[in-house]
């Protein structure tokens, strides 16, 4: 079977790559006190180097001891958006969810082809996978994990295994205190169907028995020898877009030549359903195998398997049991659009709540060689919209993000198995590992630094475990759209934390329109000590407080080069804020919070450890009342779930107390709301 597809490519583990900084990036990192990370193949093969990445959040004062002491952020879903559009169709805004996505990268990337051309191809997906939060069942769940380790696989002994013995494998394998995102079935589905013999291998050596005697997926040119890490399928990580179903949905593709933009978004399994062979236990055929053999259809129907399509969905529509009542569901201009699909896992045609059609932009110029800003001076960013789940459920999600660098050394759109390295028939792979050249230095050969596993290479990185949740019960609040403003960064000084980040806010310059909403937020750990082993970096944790915590606040200040802040009675921000929800509120409460603008500001400059000032508004949890704060904030909680507020029309400017330390470290932040005509009155 051959395919020609945008090719995506990997390689061993060295220097290289990608980190996002928010929303925060594993790099496959649990809570380790050290600044290499214990497992570089826990969940993911990222390709980047040990010290990247930050430890999941905290939702104390102390490092969690289970998984319910984490903290996930929660934002807060997309509205109707879909159904907001101008008199060209196209949204208004209205109804968004934005959260600001930043990385680095680094080996550059952006420029047009044509008219700014960089030294590098390269093109970035992202990614999401979302299940209802209260998924039933350990081997589901998508989860950070307890310990560092790899999830267990073990291979199907018996072609011919039945059921129960597929779910003893699937039950013994799987760990609940290991991290989790793409299920035990996606993996074991990868190892057990035949890889594409198509694709384009060099002069790589890849195995040829999985074991049962044939080559499967988790082989590829980048991961010759299968090495699993976590649950992913090898073959669908390096190669874009994938020619079978995955649990993942595309958020954005952004490319150096936007003329392939058509040609991707119709590629994506957000729109384009795709077909994997389904296999039964039974001969009534209504137990199906999670796994198949064949990759093509004339191998699937010919060993009597069905070929069938799946589509990509956000998830299903219960309410509508027929096709004809999931397609007249598109009539009620409810911001969601339904279609009549099979989902990827599942056997019955059912009504799913179709996924838009990933965002296809030019993606960001960052230099070479150097895991800095762009040219505007940020980090390279990208606003992503949250979904908008018609069912209001909470969900539990992870993100991903691969980063794909090709040269123009051979064309990988169009070379493929035919090109590969044959001894026997003599043929030689366009690319060679280490080869020698002949520059015409009088015959004197000179080596090149090629590894035909890397001539094409993918890096990634992941999110800890995050949730959607339904938007707060208020009137008006499914049109109104929401920006988050979150922190970025980790505990230490600038060499110490890299290829991490120093703290700051995200956005640190963030614009909006009078009448929009902004959900302050942030997540912290308890253990990022950056202890050795520290690799190729040093080692240790310069900052304010305890030693390994993050923490986090907001005071206001007058001016962005003023580094006290203003006392309550001269500011403006929280006087001016209008409290829509606030963290000690359940979202389904449709009564607005009574917050006074001092509660609101005690709140914040304490990271949530006092939720007012006065023992007669809010008792035990006051200012009043409760045990004083420690003055660097080491007994405040490292996360914080903060509030959704309005504010008024104007400028104004922030920091942090205990991270802002003038000539080691800067956190402030500055937030313009613009006046409008229409803006939307709470």
């Not at 064949?294 to 010919?302: L, P, R």
Request: glycine share 8%; aromatic share 10%.
């Amino acid at each position: 079977m051959k395919f020609l597809i945008c090719l995506f490519v990997c390689v061993s583990v060295t220097n290289g790559d990608l980190y996002l900084h928010n929303p925060r990036g594993s790099n496959n990192r649990l809570n380790e006190q050290s600044a290499n990370r214990n497992n570089a193949n826990r969940m993911f093969d990222s390709q980047n180097n040990n010290r990247g990445g930050y430890n999941f959040g905290d939702s104390s004062n102390n490092p969690s001891n289970n998984e319910n002491q984490q903290y996930r952020m929660e934002y807060f879903m997309s509205g109707p958006y879909m159904k907001y559009v101008d008199e060209d169709g196209v949204p208004t805004g209205e109804g968004q969810s934005l959260l600001n996505i930043e990385w680095t990268n680094q080996h550059g990337c952006g420029g047009d082809e044509d008219s700014d051309p960089h030294k590098t191809n390269c093109m970035l997906i992202m990614q999401y996978m979302c299940q209802d939060d209260d998924a039933a069942g350990e081997n589901v769940e998508i989860r950070n994990g307890q310990n560092t380790n790899t999830q267990q696989h073990t291979r199907i002994q018996n072609l011919n295994e039945n059921q129960n013995q597929a779910n003893n494998r699937r039950n013994n394998d799987v760990q609940a205190n290991r991290g989790l995102q793409e299920p035990w079935e996606w993996y074991d589905k990868c190892y057990n169907r035949e890889r594409n013999m198509g694709l384009f291998t060099a002069d790589q050596n890849l195995r040829t028995d999985n074991g049962n005697g044939y080559s499967s997926a988790i082989y590829t040119r980048q991961n010759p020898q299968g090495t699993q890490r976590g649950y992913e399928c090898p073959e669908e990580r390096d190669y874009y877009p994938y020619w079978h179903p995955t649990p993942w949905r595309d958020v954005a593709v952004l490319v150096q030549n936007v003329s392939e933009c058509s040609t991707l978004q119709g590629a994506s399994y957000n729109v384009q359903p795709y077909y994997e062979c389904v296999e039964f236990y039974n001969n009534a055929r209504t137990q199906r195998k999670h796994w198949s053999r064949y990759n093509n259809q004339a191998d699937c129907e010919a060993n009597d398997g069905d070929w069938l399509p799946f589509t990509a969905y956000l998830e299903t529509a219960p309410t509508f049991t027929t096709e004809s009542q999931c397609n007249a569901a598109n009539n009620r201009n409810d911001g969601a659009t339904y279609v009549w699909g099979r989902p990827e896992g599942g056997l019955d045609l059912q009504c799913l709540v179709a996924v838009p059609a990933p965002d296809c932009l030019q993606a960001p110029w960052s230099r070479d060689n150097h895991l800095g800003n762009t040219r505007t001076g940020e980090n390279a960013q990208y606003t992503m919209t949250l979904p908008y789940f018609p069912s209001g459920n909470f969900k539990r999600c992870a993100f991903r993000m691969r980063y794909n660098i090709t040269t123009d050394d051979y064309d990988p759109a169009n070379t493929d198995a035919s090109h590969n390295q044959n001894y026997q028939t003599g043929r030689v792979s366009p690319i060679q590992n280490n080869p020698n050249v002949d520059v015409g230095a009088d015959s004197v050969p000179l080596r090149l630094a090629v590894n035909t596993a890397q001539f094409g290479r993918v890096f990634q990185d992941r999110s800890h475990v995050f949730k959607i949740a339904p938007r707060p019960d208020r009137e008006g609040i499914e049109s109104a759209k929401i920006v988050n403003l979150n922190v970025r960064g980790k505990r230490g000084n600038i060499v110490q934390v890299y290829p991490a980040i120093e703290y700051d806010f995200v956005p640190t310059r963030l614009t909006i329109d009078e009448g929009d909403m902004i959900h302050i937020q942030w997540t912290g750990s308890n253990t990022h000590n950056n202890g050795n082993p520290a690799g190729d970096g040093q080692a240790g944790d310069a900052g304010e407080g305890r030693g390994g915590t993050d923490r986090n606040n907001i005071v206001q200040i007058a001016d962005a080069l003023d580094n006290y802040p203003l006392p309550f009675d001269m500011t403006s921000m929280w006087q001016n804020a209008n409290v829509i929800w606030m963290h000690t509120q359940d979202s389904s409460e449709t009564q607005l919070p009574d917050i006074a603008a001092v509660d609101l500001a005690v709140s914040m400059a304490s990271a949530g450890y006092y939720q007012c000032m006065s023992a007669a508004t809010c008792g035990g949890q006051s200012a009043q009342n409760k045990n004083k704060i420690n003055n660097l904030l080491d007994n405040a909680p490292a996360s914080y779930k903060g509030a959704l507020l309005q504010i008024s029309t104007g400028e104004y400017h922030y920091m942090c107390t205990r991270n802002n330390n003038f000539t080691n470290r800067s956190q402030k932040g500055m937030l313009v709301v613009k006046e409008t005509n229409n803006a939307k009155k709470k």
